[in-house]
């Protein structure tokens, strides 16, 4: 017999609504003695009244859990295995809460019927949006800031290009969390026009995208982040319907708010049913002590290996091939040392294209470039081979390297800073003589790098954008075709050049006989031109390290032991600019930078390369 107080039928959910269903499309049935009906081919409860309803909501939770354990077969991830591995076994124990066990039975004593209803649900209707609850999410992404620039034009393309790739579950829940008072479809509308699908494979492009944009929620938190991340929360648990869902939260959010977000996100909306990773942008603070402060204050809230630390120039193809190139190759490793490598140069060139914002007035480009990129290459670069290739010995090894570097003097530093196109007056975007060009000599205090170079080239509004590592070798001792090379002879020095832009590239100069009568050489290159050999679509950067974090691999990102090192090497540096000790230089905009940093390549006896 079925209990019916109005035509207003219930899907298995968290949801407290109710969608209206044609009255010919139910016919009744029974099961486990509990009164039902199917709608539209799917099993619901009869239930009506409010003041009703809200007493017997413990009571509906637990009807709807045994209904739907029984009557619904949860879908399989496209890509099955993957997930299985990447979900349930990357995480430690270290990032989970306590498991709840999904077949148990939610039991609510009868004192707290009425106060299991959320307000803020019933407040803010967050259950009016109908969805598929045969779809219950295993995994849940939280990008917060949902409308600023970069989780626009970075972020949600990035995951939809996971998801259309079948790298992220097709039953997950993607959530904008955001101060804007504006609904699913208006999120879903401001996003959709940055969303592509791969340009080597079309296949289904619409129907993917239409299903990633209905499965994409959001959420206004409004200025109190307390209450927000509770609605946040509040409709994650709504969408996951008491499954067993991992959680990841994106913080895109300027850093004097990210304090705030993380003490009330630790609070009120991690689960208790899975791991929760959190993904912090740079800067990760201003000079080692405001950064030692900010560490001590996620871990406080957070567990180390919760924490990503995100710098998107990490995840080029370039950084992950390095340690490919040195540990799978026979012919690098032996040479991996001081004893035939003369110097190794880190070069990063923005052109006229590339503009700084506000963001990057108040930090310049040591904090921005420098203290992540340039010296997590470095470290990657020249660590010891690890025992393995799991995050933590990568990471173990790093370290060790940045803890080697030695004391940078400020006389082994060159800063400058562009000119404003229109004349000598510096760009009024920047504050004061902030720098946006730097140049500096690393020097590695180990027994492999001891005395050599690792000269730093990077800079904002140079001739040409360029990304690449030169690890030049030493001449060959006794050369007996000396007189044949002419009179420089560091152009006839072996060079393998790692080229991540303009064209992504691995070279290798090599000295050999020019064809014909005589004996004349030349610096020749043996090239492997990436958009010659493979013809694929490259994964933007963003792409590659939120798959890391999905996967649990935090070899990219930076650990609370390396960002403090990475401080020590540069807050004397950041010291002396405060006291006005180095000078910087000004640079004509689309020029070739400072002209003190050819004096301190020629210092060191290192050959200026251009090209």
């Given at each position: 017999?079925?209990?019916?107080?109005?035509?207003?039928?219930?899907?298995?959910?968290?949801?407290?609504?109710?969608?209206?269903?044609?009255?010919?499309?139910?016919?009744?049935?029974?099961?486990?003695?509990?009164?039902?009906?199917?709608?539209?081919?799917?099993?619901?409860?009869?239930?009506?009244?409010?003041?009703?309803?809200?007493?017997?909501?413990?009571?509906?939770?637990?009807?709807?859990?045994?209904?739907?354990?029984?009557?619904?077969?949860?879908?399989?991830?496209?890509?099955?295995?993957?997930?299985?591995?990447?979900?349930?076994?990357?995480?430690?124990?270290?990032?989970?809460?306590?498991?709840?066990?999904?077949?148990?039975?939610?039991?609510?004593?009868?004192?707290?019927?009425?106060?299991?209803?959320?307000?803020?649900?019933?407040?803010?209707?967050?259950?009016?949006?109908?969805?598929?609850?045969?779809?219950?999410?295993?995994?849940?992404?939280?990008?917060?800031?949902?409308?600023?620039?970069?989780?626009?034009?970075?972020?949600?393309?990035?995951?939809?290009?996971?998801?259309?790739?079948?790298?992220?579950?097709?039953?997950?829940?993607?959530?904008?969390?955001?101060?804007?008072?504006?609904?699913?479809?208006?999120?879903?509308?401001?996003?959709?026009?940055?969303?592509?699908?791969?340009?080597?494979?079309?296949?289904?492009?619409?129907?993917?995208?239409?299903?990633?944009?209905?499965?994409?929620?959001?959420?206004?938190?409004?200025?109190?982040?307390?209450?927000?991340?509770?609605?946040?929360?509040?409709?994650?648990?709504?969408?996951?319907?008491?499954?067993?869902?991992?959680?990841?939260?994106?913080?895109?959010?300027?850093?004097?708010?990210?304090?705030?977000?993380?003490?009330?996100?630790?609070?009120?909306?991690?689960?208790?049913?899975?791991?929760?990773?959190?993904?912090?942008?740079?800067?990760?603070?201003?000079?080692?002590?405001?950064?030692?402060?900010?560490?001590?204050?996620?871990?406080?809230?957070?567990?180390?290996?919760?924490?990503?630390?995100?710098?998107?120039?990490?995840?080029?193809?370039?950084?992950?091939?390095?340690?490919?190139?040195?540990?799978?190759?026979?012919?690098?490793?032996?040479?991996?040392?001081?004893?035939?490598?003369?110097?190794?140069?880190?070069?990063l060139s923005e052109d006229l294209t590339k503009h700084p914002g506000r963001y990057f007035s108040g930090y310049g480009i040591i904090r921005d470039i420098v203290h992540s990129h340039i010296l997590q290459t470095i470290a990657l670069l020249a660590m010891e081979p690890p025992v393995s290739l799991d995050g933590e010995?990568?990471?173990?090894?790093?370290?060790?390297?940045?803890?080697?570097?030695?004391?940078?003097?400020?006389?082994?530093?060159?800063?400058?800073?562009?000119?404003?196109?229109?004349?000598?007056?510096?760009?009024?975007?920047?504050?004061?003589?902030?720098?946006?060009?730097?140049?500096?000599?690393?020097?590695?205090?180990?027994?492999?790098?001891?005395?050599?170079?690792?000269?730093?080239?990077?800079?904002?509004?140079?001739?040409?954008?360029?990304?690449?590592?030169?690890?030049?070798?030493?001449?060959?001792?006794?050369?007996?075709?000396?007189?044949?090379?002419?009179?420089?002879?560091?152009?006839?020095?072996?060079?393998?050049?790692?080229?991540?832009?303009?064209?992504?590239?691995?070279?290798?100069?090599?000295?050999?006989?020019?064809?014909?009568?005589?004996?004349?050489?030349?610096?020749?290159?043996?090239?492997?031109?990436?958009?010659?050999?493979?013809?694929?679509?490259?994964?933007?950067?963003?792409?590659?390290?939120?798959?890391?974090?999905?996967?649990?691999?935090?070899?990219?990102?930076?650990?609370s032991d390396e960002l403090e090192a990475a401080w020590n090497i540069l807050t004397p540096i950041l010291n002396e600019i405060d006291k006005d000790n180095i000078s910087v230089e000004l640079y004509e905009m689309g020029g070739r930078g400072p002209v003190g940093a050819y004096y301190l390549w020629a210092k060191h006896g290192v050959r200026w390369v251009e090209d």
């Amino acid at each position: 017999m079925s209990v019916s107080f109005s035509s207003t039928s219930l899907p298995f959910s968290e949801s407290s609504f109710a969608f209206q269903r044609p009255p010919h499309l139910c016919s009744k049935v029974a099961s486990n003695n509990f009164p039902s009906v199917t709608c539209g081919g799917r099993l619901a409860l009869n239930v009506g009244g409010t003041s009703l309803c809200r007493r017997f909501r413990g009571f509906k939770l637990w009807v709807l859990e045994r209904l739907n354990s029984q009557f619904q077969s949860p879908k399989q991830p496209k890509n099955r295995i993957r997930f299985e591995n990447n979900l349930e076994n990357s995480g430690s124990s270290n990032e989970k809460g306590p498991l709840s066990d999904s077949s148990s039975i939610l039991r609510v004593p009868d004192d707290k019927l009425t106060s299991m209803e959320s307000p803020s649900l019933l407040q803010t209707g967050l259950s009016a949006t109908p969805m598929d609850v045969s779809r219950k999410p295993s995994l849940c992404i939280s990008v917060i800031g949902a409308t600023g620039e970069l989780a626009k034009s970075k972020i949600f393309p990035a995951l939809f290009a996971l998801y259309y790739s079948g790298f992220l579950p097709e039953d997950v829940g993607i959530f904008g969390y955001s101060r804007k008072d504006i609904t699913d479809e208006d999120l879903r509308s401001i996003i959709a026009s940055t969303l592509t699908c791969r340009v080597d494979h079309q296949e289904n492009c619409v129907d993917k995208l239409d299903a990633f944009l209905s499965r994409t929620y959001h959420i206004n938190g409004g200025y109190d982040n307390k209450y927000g991340m509770s609605m946040l929360n509040a409709r994650m648990e709504q969408i996951e319907g008491g499954s067993k869902t991992n959680r990841i939260f994106y913080l895109s959010v300027p850093q004097e708010a990210v304090l705030d977000v993380t003490a009330c996100l630790s609070s009120s909306a991690q689960t208790q049913k899975g791991w929760n990773r959190i993904i912090f942008e740079k800067p990760f603070g201003f000079d080692a002590l405001s950064s030692f402060r900010m560490t001590q204050y996620l871990l406080s809230n957070f567990e180390e290996k919760q924490i990503y630390r995100i710098d998107h120039l990490l995840g080029r193809n370039l950084i992950e091939n390095l340690t490919v190139l040195r540990f799978s190759n026979l012919v690098f490793e032996p040479l991996w040392s001081r004893t035939y490598i003369d110097n190794v140069q880190v070069i990063l060139s923005e052109d006229l294209t590339k503009h700084p914002g506000r963001y990057f007035s108040g930090y310049g480009i040591i904090r921005d470039i420098v203290h992540s990129h340039i010296l997590q290459t470095i470290a990657l670069l020249a660590m010891e081979p690890p025992v393995s290739l799991d995050g933590e010995d990568i990471r173990n090894e790093k370290v060790k390297v940045l803890r080697s570097i030695r004391k940078l003097e400020p006389k082994d530093v060159i800063l400058g800073q562009y000119k404003a196109s229109g004349g000598a007056k510096v760009d009024t975007c920047l504050n004061g003589l902030t720098p946006t060009y730097f140049a500096a000599a690393l020097y590695i205090d180990n027994a492999r790098w001891d005395g050599v170079p690792f000269f730093i080239k990077t800079g904002l509004g140079l001739i040409k954008h360029q990304m690449e590592i030169r690890i030049q070798f030493r001449n060959v001792p006794g050369n007996v075709y000396r007189e044949c090379m002419g009179h420089n002879m560091d152009r006839a020095v072996n060079e393998l050049i790692l080229r991540d832009v303009p064209d992504e590239a691995i070279l290798v100069r090599v000295n050999n006989k020019v064809p014909g009568l005589g004996l004349q050489l030349d610096s020749s290159e043996l090239n492997l031109l990436y958009k010659d050999k493979y013809n694929m679509e490259v994964p933007d950067s963003y792409e590659q390290l939120l798959l890391d974090v999905i996967d649990g691999d935090n070899h990219l990102f930076m650990r609370s032991d390396e960002l403090e090192a990475a401080w020590n090497i540069l807050t004397p540096i950041l010291n002396e600019i405060d006291k006005d000790n180095i000078s910087v230089e000004l640079y004509e905009m689309g020029g070739r930078g400072p002209v003190g940093a050819y004096y301190l390549w020629a210092k060191h006896g290192v050959r200026w390369v251009e090209d």
